[in-house]
């Protein structure tokens, strides 16, 4: 199983962007009932939770976030989504998807920069 991500890149401050993370060689099964995760990482910074969606399909989010992130899924498609809206400076990060928690699969990680 591997987590594919793409999406990152260079958005001005109130800006958006889509990040996408695809599980390569993972059945419905075991995508549609873990709980799935976007986490991020500054430079300087330890690793974050950006938001978590449960098997159920639930959501919450970090304070910093909230009510500008989503967190979506399309199970067909193996497939988690993170809609990143108003973007700020402070957003600049490593972004991670998860399925299944921690110990379990990460994405690459991929860059979302927001210049000040």
């Known amino acids: 199983v591997q987590l594919v991500q793409s999406g990152g890149g260079v958005v001005q401050a109130g800006g958006s962007l889509t990040l996408s993370c695809k599980a390569s060689?993972?059945?419905?099964?075991?995508?549609?009932?873990?709980?799935k995760g976007w986490y991020r990482q500054a430079p300087g910074k330890q690793r974050e939770v950006v938001g978590l969606?449960?098997?159920?399909?639930?959501?919450n989010y970090a304070d910093s976030v909230l009510g500008r992130f989503t967190i979506s899924k399309d199970n067909r498609k193996r497939t988690i989504y993170l809609q990143m809206n108003s973007l700020k400076p402070d957003d600049t990060a490593v972004y991670y998807c998860?399925?299944?928690?921690?110990?379990?699969?990460w994405g690459q990680g991929t860059q979302v920069t927001v210049p000040s």
């Open positions: 998860n399925i299944g928690g921690p110990s379990q699969h």
């Open positions: 060689g993972m059945i419905l099964s075991v995508f549609s009932g873990n709980d």
């Open positions: 969606m449960s098997s159920g399909g639930s959501t």
